[in-house]
């Protein structure tokens, strides 16, 4: 077996290497090109890039990146392609988001695009070319079990560890890709590679924005995109009494506390759900976030053995930076699943997405709903 798993010789082995013009991809053509294997280099053009996009040093897949991957494909020596998926993006992540806000949530397009363009789209692509498996630089390792499938495991390095954002990975899509950065235990080690390979990327700095929406300024995307995003509205307590006025539910996220301008209460106020049919932002004390039970659709389980009515006992992730908590996951109609808390957790905002854990092992997750939207009827804690 080669170190991708293929009983064959590295340069008999197709590699497709998704290039996003950062180190970690590059690092991953370079350790793969350096072992012999036949790689090939594909960078996704997402979106119109604009006249200033090279001074967006920190978004992902920003103005210079195309043109850094094309430099560390052409050191390299490997074939590299840039294919036009902005119609696409724009349809399957962007306007998402901008919907997904609409509804009251609070969207992850990372999630979404490696959901959809990444690991749908590019994989066709990559079947097309006849690789044999596509690699990227996601910091999660891909291991196999004792029956011999693939199993996704969290990066060695807990503070790099991008599980969360791949929930969504698809057995079939788990076959078929690799991760060879996931061992690793620093991006100071990728930094290291990429500079023993002598790439010019190697220093360049990491990733922190949103792709398309490099200023940060979230609100005034979606308001370009859906106009009646920006229209104001009432903040009210939990018995519907009115507190104020709000500018938008663009604005305001489960669990935001400054902004409300609500002054003279005797605790402060967090906001506790967000009711777009009435473009009402509902707020309450801090204990009005705590809540023990939480529902997911669309649910993703990765794990062979399906869920029964007996449930599960799980480690869950609710957003992408807490420490997971333990939870019985229960099935519910048409995809839905419950998830039972063991400790009630704070902030649990619709549109972030429940992920489960069995110690290192992802088993998968489902998209956090408003309580309303799903089929069971019974009450939140």
């Not at 490696?114 to 044999?132: C, H, I, M, P």
């Not at 390792?141 to 990066?155: E, I, N, P, T």
């Not at 004390?285 to 006992?313: C, H, R, S």
């Amino acid at each position: 077996m080669n170190s991708l798993g293929f009983d064959k010789a590295p340069e008999d082995t197709r590699v497709v290497v998704a290039m996003s013009g950062g180190v970690d991809s590059s690092a991953v053509a370079a350790l793969l090109k350096s072992e012999g294997y036949d790689v090939v280099g594909i960078t996704l053009q997402l979106y119109d890039m604009g006249a200033n996009a090279p001074t967006r040093a920190k978004s992902c897949c920003a103005g210079r990146d195309i043109y850094d991957a094309r430099k560390v494909a052409e050191d390299i020596d490997i074939p590299y392609y840039v294919l036009d998926y902005e119609s696409r993006f724009r349809e399957e992540v962007i306007d998402d988001f901008a919907d997904s806000y609409m509804r009251g949530e609070t969207p992850i397009p990372c999630v979404k695009c490696n959901q959809t363009v990444k690991f749908r789209d590019l994989l066709e692509t990559s079947y097309d070319l006849g690789a044999d498996c596509m690699a990227t630089g996601h910091y999660v390792q891909r291991k196999l079990g004792a029956d011999g499938r693939a199993q996704l495991h969290r990066a060695a390095d807990p503070n790099r560890d991008q599980s969360y954002f791949l929930f969504t990975t698809t057995q079939e899509q788990l076959d078929f890709l690799r991760f060879p950065l996931g061992h690793l235990m620093s991006k100071a080690e990728t930094r290291a590679l990429a500079a023993k390979f002598g790439l010019e990327v190697a220093d360049k700095p990491d990733s922190q924005d949103i792709c398309f929406v490099p200023d940060g300024k979230y609100a005034r995307l979606v308001e370009r995109l859906r106009p009646e995003a920006g229209e104001p509205g009432q903040i009210v307590d939990l018995d519907g009494n009115v507190m104020g006025d709000h500018r938008g539910l663009i604005h305001y996220t489960v669990g935001q506390r400054r902004g409300l301008n609500i002054g003279g209460t005797a605790e402060p106020l967090y906001v506790v759900k967000l009711v777009p049919e009435k473009r009402q932002v509902v707020v309450g004390p801090k204990a009005a976030l705590a809540k023990k039970m939480v529902y997911v659709k669309e649910l993703n389980w990765l794990d062979g053995d399906q869920i029964d009515e007996n449930g599960v006992e799980v480690e869950v992730k609710l957003r992408s930076a807490m420490q997971p908590t333990t939870a019985t996951v229960f099935p519910e109609a048409r995809g839905e699943a419950r998830i039972e808390l063991h400790d009630a957790q704070f902030g649990i905002a619709p549109g972030q997405a429940g992920v489960f854990y069995q110690g290192e092992r992802v088993l998968g997750g489902g998209w956090i709903t408003r309580e309303e939207l799903i089929s069971n009827t019974a009450t939140a804690a």
